[in-house]
């Protein structure tokens, strides 16, 4: 049996996490094949919906990444997502939804290292948990 | 502490005296209406009316165990704008919380309004409720009535109250500008008129009555009807977490469910004036559904079921104050009261909310700190 590649689908922001990316590419930095980065201008507008409607259509774990406290480009875009991560993540627990499906980080727009490490970790950790099952409902 | 008052019953009839205390607000100078339960020409069916002539009153019903809406959703309509004039309402505690819900959502306004609410006895699924008062709809309030007050027995005459009266922790209207008790009073001969704000002293000022002590029994007919209820609460909470623990386990908790949205419309706390699940967003190719049935093999329809009950779990959560509507609109049983507060439960903890408790207390999803759940960022989390 092949080895399980999970899914993942990360919402980066345009001014931090995205430009992280950008500079880990250019840098020549690899990181895993599976992540499926979707540029939004901020956390803040990444509505709770996105992440149900992408871990129920196949994703295997979510990454929601945006600037650090303090450096939001909207000014608090990313203290509003880090309260809808933590009420998503309290309401994806009482369905049994393990806590690496979904995770929040702060990645600057200097960081291109820092993005290629949490990529290969959140592939790692995903990997050790399984594929995510909740795609396969039949609901 | 403001003055308890003593509203005596006229010739043991509660309803009638509930009638009368009404009628006296109503004739105060400056409340134009009452919005009360007003048993209709169908007489087994109470549904709030608005009331201007006192001699309409007559009908009204707040005691009757019959729930066939929450009430807080009209109350949003009649005062998201201002109409000029002083409305008194007649509310159970739950639509008295969702309306306090409502208005922090900007949907409402407390300012021209006097809420008066009663201990809360609970009610009858709205089914439930028409066989019961089938019979003698007149009698049938203060049959409920003795029989519901003379133990925290959750069946009367063989008919079970909805499954969100038997968990519901906050059978007394904390949030009211007047409260009217009757719990714990022996012998039953007086009511017990609280004013809870400013406001409502200013209108009792007005309309005499005499003052009383709270008496001795009540404290304790509180405290146990209350610790019983949490008790049934948690106890339905665990149950509801047994059965829908896993994804698979709550797509098959909502097989049942056909995409109606009855849920959502009777939800006080839904508050979205147009539903994302209504939009061209849902609105497939007829291929996304085939691609997706390839995928699993096979595909429920309607679909997108489990991603409506998320969402909107997302969205009501932190605010549901259980009133059971949800389950009561149900075509198909679902027991989605349950499935809605045991999340709600640890929702509300998270962010350590209480809705409906104040009206100064924002909604968690509309405030944020610059320092707080520093455990949710990054990738070691175990929540």
Known sequence: ?139 | MSLVRKLAIDRQDILGTVQGFLRSILTLEDIAVVLAPRRLAEKSVVMPALITQPDCLSDADPLAPAFFLNAAQMMSRLTRRPSGQKIAVVLRPCEIRAFIELVKFKQGALEDVLIIGLDCLGAYPNTVYRRFAAADPDGSTLRFFFAALSGVSETVEGMELASACRVCEHPFPEGADIAIGFMGISPLDYLLVQGQTPKADAYLAQVKLEPVAIPAGRGDAVASRVSSRVQARDAMISRTHEATGTPEKLAAYLTGCINCYNCRNACPICYCRECVFCTDVFDHEPFQYLQKAGRSGSLKLPADTVLYHLTRLVHMSTSCVGCGQCSNACPNDIPVMELFRATARYSQKAFEYEPGRSVAEPPPMSVFKEHEFADVVGLKGKT
């Open chain 1, 1 to 139: 049996m092949a080895e399980f590649e999970p899914t993942i689908v990360a919402f980066v922001c345009n001014w931090c996490t995205y430009t992280a990316a950008d500079l880990a590419g250019t840098s020549r930095l690899s990181y895993p094949k599976p992540v499926r980065l979707i540029r939004v201008m901020c956390t803040g507008m990444v509505d709770p919906q996105y992440i149900l409607k992408a871990l129920l259509e196949g994703a295997d774990a979510v990454l929601v990444s945006g600037c650090h406290p303090g450096d939001c480009h909207y000014i608090n875009g990313n203290f509003k997502a880090r309260r809808r991560i933590r009420l998503l993540k309290e309401i994806l627990s009482q369905f049994g939804f393990e806590p690496e499906r979904l995770r929040l980080t702060w990645i600057g727009a200097s960081d291109g290292i820092q993005f290629a490490e949490v990529m290969r970790e959140m592939v790692s950790q995903v990997k050790a948990i399984g594929p995510c099952t909740a795609s396969r409902l039949a609901a």
